[in-house]
């Protein structure tokens, strides 16, 4: 491997969340690669703490204009340019991380381009419908927003054929791949950290969910729930984003119901490993906490939907909710309490997802891929 000269080009870096966790481990397999991403928030949530703080991070021209660091989705229609202008020709691999622009590099016909793609662009593609709803609201925005979005699919859809393979992060995702681009991808998993020093502590009262606090992840369902059904239960809710404020508001006048904010990694697993149950209300291409929420023996109440079908075993190392309303959830929290839960169980299943299992699966295919491509050349 330290023959070639690779580049590993990611999205945008302004926080640490599941596809940034993707991204550490591809720079753990591959750490001589350079790093280029659109832009670079140096002091976004974990960022400061996280092994990307150590690497020099090439960026493009969006990360010098105004507020780019925290106002960066209004200039998502630069981004397909920014991609496109990386100078990758001294490169012999090219890994584009891709939730939505990364894939779109330019590469030669001398160079293997290999893209794991975290999911097809959400906004233009499976959450469009949900994405404008939320925020779009008058007619002009309305039609602002459908001729974006269908300026980007054409690009999108024409960067899809520039990887010369494509890695799914899971089944779902394999199939929206499928699906919008009509190619075949091959699926490996997401690494997810599942060896904890614990002594697995008595369960406390409480439900959780962490999470980025934006409308797809359904926070407010769960907030709806246990405003009218249980308020006599504490609820915890880790993370921050700008559906904040929104959210605090819901649930006021419920003081069974509070707010962690952003929480660092060591207090994140403090707080699974004692929970009660871990809640899980979006539909997630994969969806890492709720695996890190078995490996600290903690089971899942999860929407029945996306990557939680491929990690959550039904009765076993959790129960589902069929339907986003307060009243299917509720079903599922009454299910939930009527099981008891094997710990051992949930801690093996989740070893299944291990970070360790990652590394091999992905550096094994890029090899062979590198051996095939260049025998060709």
């Known amino acids: 491997m330290n023959r070639y000269k690779i580049a590993i080009v990611h999205d945008w870096i302004t926080s640490i969340s599941g596809s940034e966790k993707c991204l550490i481990e591809l720079l753990k397999v591959f750490p001589g690669a350079d790093l280029f991403t659109i832009i670079y928030n140096p002091k976004g949530p974990g960022v400061k703490s996280s092994l990307l703080s150590k690497r020099r991070i090439h960026t493009s021209f969006v990360n010098s204009l105004p507020f780019s660091s925290k106002l960066y989705r209004y200039y998502l229609l630069l981004f397909p340019f920014a991609v496109e202008s990386f100078n990758l020709s001294k490169y012999d691999l090219i890994i584009s991380s891709s939730f939505g622009y990364s894939h779109g590099v330019i590469t030669t016909s001398n160079q293997l381009h290999i893209c794991y793609m975290n999911t097809p662009n959400r906004f233009i593609w499976s959450g469009h419908s949900e994405y404008k709803n939320n925020r779009y609201k008058s007619r002009r925005n309305t039609i602002f927003a459908n001729l974006y979005s269908q300026y980007l699919r054409l690009w999108d859809y024409s960067a899809s054929k520039r990887p ?214």
């Open 164 to 377: 010369d393979k494509i890695i799914a992060l899971s089944q779902q995702v394999q199939n929206r791949i499928s699906k919008y681009y009509k190619i075949h991808s091959e699926v490996i998993y997401p690494p997810v950290k599942t060896s904890y020093d614990l002594t697995f502590p008595t369960k406390e009262k409480y439900y959780l969910t962490i999470s980025r606090l934006v409308p797809n992840k359904n926070i407010d369902l769960t907030i709806k729930c246990f405003n009218r059904f249980f308020r006599d239960r504490k609820l915890i809710i880790a993370g921050s984003g700008p559906e904040e404020k929104y959210l605090k508001k819901l649930a006021s006048s419920n003081p069974n119901i509070i707010f962690k904010g952003y929480v660092n990694e060591s207090y994140k697993i403090s707080l699974l490993s004692k929970a009660k149950a871990f809640i899980f209300a979006p539909n997630e291409d994969f969806g890492i906490t709720p695996v890190e929420a078995l490996a600290c023996g903690t089971p899942v109440i999860a929407y029945k939907k996306g990557g939680a079908l491929e990690t959550i075993q039904t009765n076993i190392t959790g129960v589902f909710f069929s339907e986003l309303t307060i009243t299917s959830h509720k079903e599922a929290i009454d299910k939930f309490d009527s099981i008891k839960f094997d710990t051992k169980r949930l801690v093996e299943h989740a070893r299944r997802f291990d970070e360790s299992f990652f590394r091999k699966k992905i550096l094994t295919y890029i090899n062979n891929e590198l051996k095939v491509f260049f025998n060709k050349s």
